[in-house]
């Protein structure tokens, strides 16, 4: 049996992450604006804002789990981001471009971009001149053809992140998807209710700076300490080798393209074949 002291900690604890928990759905209710490429997290309502502010001050999450969306959270998702990145090039510099042949899995959107055209031949001045205008062309693009994506989910992602949620976690994204496109997304599929802030494509040259740009702004932010566990959840071989750039947990899931003796051989700390696999003490310790 356990002693007082022992079951008044539990209580405690349960207690910070009931609370946590509601914060978070209280901060991402409600319709907002898609984030522009320059936004972290997602606007909280205003009539919010002090009082999340002065609750998040003085309770930190335990926790920080980093997710993957393509392959990781969403599948199948359709030919709708693809072609944006077309149009995008299209739009802005008259290119006729196609993400055919090249490696996309892992890959930021900057460089797929930045493949696409030199691959049309276009010189190294215009894709730096051209990329800033292109990325916008592209987002406004996907903002206005992305399907709804509900039945897109991989197994198990709904679920686990309800259970994560209210254990009272910070749940936070590492994608090289644009940012927009990236929350629009996760908007259609159902699923930007569970996350807070998120490091996107064009915010680093590759993706262990996106990596190390999220652990930096939560615990900028104080919503982590500096001992809290961090875990990234992925499915390609770019996850696992951002996660140990970054010496934190890495969760590899066999649920995008990459085949799993692949994603074996890079030593990942957990190999799952799916997200209902996941265990809390995964995360956790």
């Not at 999450?61 to 393509?70: E, G, K, N, R």
């Not at 599948?75 to 944006?84: K, L, S, T």
């Not at 930045?114 to 730096?128: I, N, Q």
Request: aromatic share 4%; glycine share 8%; net charge positive.
């Amino acid at each position: 049996m356990r002693s007082h002291a022992e079951s008044a900690k539990l209580q405690v604890r349960a207690g910070s992450a009931c609370l946590r928990a509601r914060l978070c759905r209280a901060t991402t209710a409600g319709k907002v604006d898609a984030p522009t490429s320059a936004t972290w997290h997602q606007p909280t309502p205003p009539a919010r804002r002090v009082t999340a502010a002065i609750i998040c001050f003085r309770l930190a999450y335990p926790a920080l789990v980093l997710f993957d969306i393509d392959g990781t959270l969403v599948r199948r998702a359709g030919p709708h981001h693809r072609e944006a990145l077309v149009y995008g090039i299209r739009r802005i510099t008259g290119l006729e471009t196609t993400t055919d042949g090249i490696p996309v899995q892992g890959m930021l959107d900057p460089d797929i971009l930045t493949v696409m055209l030199r691959r049309a031949g276009a010189p190294r001045a215009l894709v730096k001149e051209s990329l800033p205008e292109i990325m916008r062309a592209a987002e406004r693009r996907y903002l206005r053809t992305c399907p709804v994506l509900h039945r897109k989910h991989c197994p198990g992602v709904e679920p686990l992140l309800d259970r994560l949620t209210r254990r009272g976690l910070l749940l936070g994204l590492v994608t090289g998807n644009l940012a927009r496109i990236g929350w629009r997304k996760l908007e259609r599929a159902g699923l930007r209710r569970y996350f807070r802030f998120g490091a996107f494509g064009e915010m680093a040259r590759t993706r262990a700076g996106l990596a190390r740009l999220a652990i930096r702004e939560a615990r900028r932010r104080g919503w982590i300490g500096a001992r809290a566990p961090v875990t990234l959840i992925g499915d390609a071989p770019a996850d696992i080798v951002a996660a140990r750039a970054n010496g934190i947990r890495i969760v590899a899931v066999k649920t995008g393209i990459t085949p799993p003796r692949e994603l074996l051989a890079l030593r990942p700390d957990v190999l799952i074949p799916n997200l209902r696999h996941l265990r809390l003490r995964m995360v956790e310790e």
